[in-house]
């Protein structure tokens, strides 16, 4: 079984043969080729070019992410899964204005109903539902990306009542993070946006071409994409989890006037507890086979993919649960 | 590198082995559309030929990699190794293929196609004659159909549940 790989210290990546190895100031650890899936790189990362070239040899992609915990960019190896067809039907449905806010909706309908799930099982009263009707008539991506932002303020809102005192959060504030709240809501999100690109990576999307966000929003605007059906599952639920069964604690923070950041002992506890849920499986009901929540990413894009391909309409996954 | 004429003779022979066992699969595969992992089954099927033929020396022309080995006789002996125990349209015709396309594009005559089924200890041979010639370039033609077309809808049979396709096809 691969596995992802979080490098939270500073180091250095060097290869010998098939294995590469990370050396920090703690010594030298061998990580054998294949088994590696991603890399998460937290420190500053230094690479020898004979391991950049294994790891794209084996299409192995690396994140990085910065001081402050937030992506900074990805090594996307050259792809090995190429469509040609493919990727004229992605580009086509984003071209066609109907086919790509379509597709545009139904992200904003998954992650919302996501949201009303986690909300739920705080038995929680909320207007998502109600919002999400004014989908119906958005003709234009703008009035789609509205009615998501309606939502998601009525969701913030409600999450406070989820938090102990100390992490209820006043607005949701992005860059830098100034409370703790929204330090671990930044830092998951980023999370989820890597492993939802690594996801891409393995299937034949091109992950440049994206429908709800801008394709020129960022680099990998589909990742963006389908994070949003993921991030209220992945993150929001863990943050919970950990803030309310104590496991997180103003100790794990590092705090300074202007901002508020997860310090390494946070991160690692973090870290730690969200791959365990990207392991964990659930016994899939269409497919009647167990499947990591990983795994539920890849089904994701299968799922666009087969939209693309007018195969089948795509809907996006909901928790059942 | 494989040249395009080697890369096309691979590749239409993987295409006529999926279009005996499933169009979708065939559809798919003709799109790019593959899936990243090697199944378990690719794995123990290349054990199998390891361990049961280990003293074949494996030599290809033109980078004839498919099939699994050859021998030199008083004529071209193509042999394929099969795990199961059916004898499969699928091997045959794409044994049939190969043969086909060595005669054809170069010239070679006197080929013989032989299937090993090790775990029955069973040897079939297939000879190419003019009637086989003709349903093999029936066969090319339809797959050429079934691939511009739509794709097909999957169909549930027995051997979804080991395909690389499986959560592809039934999400
Ligand atoms: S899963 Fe079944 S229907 Fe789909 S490609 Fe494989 S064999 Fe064909």
């Given at each position: 079984m691969k596995k992802n790989y979080y490098l939270l210290s500073d180091g250095l990546l060097k290869r010998r043969e098939n294995t590469v190895y990370f050396v920090n100031k703690d010594g030298k650890k061998p990580i054998p080729i294949n088994k590696i899936y991603s890399i998460y790189a937290y420190g500053s990362l230094t690479f020898s070019s004979q391991a950049i070239h294994l790891l794209a040899k084996e299409g192995i992609p690396v994140h990085f992410f910065n001081y402050y915990g937030y992506y900074d960019g990805?090594?996307?190896?050259?792809?090995?899964l190429l469509s040609g067809d493919l990727i004229i039907k992605q580009a086509e449905h984003y071209l066609n204005h109907e086919k790509r806010i379509i597709i545009a909706k139904k992200f904003v309908e998954g992650a919302s109903k996501n949201m009303e799930k986690v909300l739920k099982y705080y038995s929680l009263e909320n207007k998502i539902s109600t919002i999400l009707l004014d989908l119906t008539g958005c003709n234009m991506i703008t009035e789609v990306m509205n009615v998501e932002g309606r939502i998601r303020a009525n969701y913030y809102q409600k999450m406070n009542e989820i938090l102990p005192e100390n992490f209820k959060m006043e607005k949701r504030v992005k860059r830098?993070?100034?409370?703790m709240i929204n330090a671990l809501i930044s830092f998951g999100n980023s999370m989820v946006y890597s492993t939802v690109l690594s996801e891409i990576y393995n299937?034949?999307?091109?992950?440049t071409i994206s429908y709800l966000h801008e394709p020129s929003e960022r680099r990998f605007s589909l990742a963006l994409d389908l994070s949003e059906i993921f991030k209220p599952i992945l993150v929001d639920r863990l943050i919970f989890y950990l803030v309310n069964k104590r496991?997180?604690?103003?100790?794990?923070f590092e705090k300074n006037l202007n901002y508020c950041l997860l310090n390494d002992k946070g991160r690692k506890k973090f870290i730690k507890e969200y791959d365990e849920r990207l392991k964990k499986t659930i016994k899939h009901r269409e497919l009647n086979r167990k499947v990591s929540y990983k795994r539920l990413i890849r089904l994701e894009a299968y799922k666009l993919i087969k939209h693309l391909l007018d195969s089948k309409e795509y809907t996006p996954f909901v928790m059942w649960w | 590198m494989l040249s395009d004429s080697e890369k096309e003779l691979r590749i239409i022979g993987t295409q006529i082995n999926y279009y005996f066992i499933c169009k979708t699969k065939l559809w798919l595969f003709s799109h790019h559309i593959q899936m990243e992992q090697e199944s378990e089954l690719v794995s123990l099927g290349k054990l199998l030929h390891q361990k049961s033929y280990k003293d074949e020396k494996e030599y290809t022309i033109d980078n004839l990699?498919?099939?699994?080995f050859i021998k030199k006789r008083d004529c071209l002996e193509l042999h394929e190794v099969k795990k199961s125990n059916k004898m499969e349209k699928s091997h045959e015709y794409q044994l049939l293929y190969y043969m086909y396309y060595l005669k054809d594009?170069?010239?070679?005559?006197?080929i013989k196609g032989i299937i090993n089924y090790p775990k029955m200890r069973k040897k079939v041979t297939i000879d190419l004659d003019e009637s086989k010639e003709m349903e093999l370039m029936d066969i090319i033609k339809d797959i050429g159909n079934v691939i511009n077309n739509e794709a097909p809808k999957p169909v549930k049979m027995k051997i979804c549940k080991k395909c690389a396709y499986y959560e592809f096809c039934w999400i």
């Amino acid at each position: 079984m691969k596995k992802n790989y979080y490098l939270l210290s500073d180091g250095l990546l060097k290869r010998r043969e098939n294995t590469v190895y990370f050396v920090n100031k703690d010594g030298k650890k061998p990580i054998p080729i294949n088994k590696i899936y991603s890399i998460y790189a937290y420190g500053s990362l230094t690479f020898s070019s004979q391991a950049i070239h294994l790891l794209a040899k084996e299409g192995i992609p690396v994140h990085f992410f910065n001081y402050y915990g937030y992506y900074d960019g990805s090594f996307y190896p050259r792809e090995k899964l190429l469509s040609g067809d493919l990727i004229i039907k992605q580009a086509e449905h984003y071209l066609n204005h109907e086919k790509r806010i379509i597709i545009a909706k139904k992200f904003v309908e998954g992650a919302s109903k996501n949201m009303e799930k986690v909300l739920k099982y705080y038995s929680l009263e909320n207007k998502i539902s109600t919002i999400l009707l004014d989908l119906t008539g958005c003709n234009m991506i703008t009035e789609v990306m509205n009615v998501e932002g309606r939502i998601r303020a009525n969701y913030y809102q409600k999450m406070n009542e989820i938090l102990p005192e100390n992490f209820k959060m006043e607005k949701r504030v992005k860059r830098p993070p100034e409370n703790m709240i929204n330090a671990l809501i930044s830092f998951g999100n980023s999370m989820v946006y890597s492993t939802v690109l690594s996801e891409i990576y393995n299937t034949q999307l091109n992950p440049t071409i994206s429908y709800l966000h801008e394709p020129s929003e960022r680099r990998f605007s589909l990742a963006l994409d389908l994070s949003e059906i993921f991030k209220p599952i992945l993150v929001d639920r863990l943050i919970f989890y950990l803030v309310n069964k104590r496991m997180l604690s103003e100790d794990d923070f590092e705090k300074n006037l202007n901002y508020c950041l997860l310090n390494d002992k946070g991160r690692k506890k973090f870290i730690k507890e969200y791959d365990e849920r990207l392991k964990k499986t659930i016994k899939h009901r269409e497919l009647n086979r167990k499947v990591s929540y990983k795994r539920l990413i890849r089904l994701e894009a299968y799922k666009l993919i087969k939209h693309l391909l007018d195969s089948k309409e795509y809907t996006p996954f909901v928790m059942w649960w | 590198m494989l040249s395009d004429s080697e890369k096309e003779l691979r590749i239409i022979g993987t295409q006529i082995n999926y279009y005996f066992i499933c169009k979708t699969k065939l559809w798919l595969f003709s799109h790019h559309i593959q899936m990243e992992q090697e199944s378990e089954l690719v794995s123990l099927g290349k054990l199998l030929h390891q361990k049961s033929y280990k003293d074949e020396k494996e030599y290809t022309i033109d980078n004839l990699i498919s099939v699994d080995f050859i021998k030199k006789r008083d004529c071209l002996e193509l042999h394929e190794v099969k795990k199961s125990n059916k004898m499969e349209k699928s091997h045959e015709y794409q044994l049939l293929y190969y043969m086909y396309y060595l005669k054809d594009k170069k010239g070679i005559e006197n080929i013989k196609g032989i299937i090993n089924y090790p775990k029955m200890r069973k040897k079939v041979t297939i000879d190419l004659d003019e009637s086989k010639e003709m349903e093999l370039m029936d066969i090319i033609k339809d797959i050429g159909n079934v691939i511009n077309n739509e794709a097909p809808k999957p169909v549930k049979m027995k051997i979804c549940k080991k395909c690389a396709y499986y959560e592809f096809c039934w999400i």
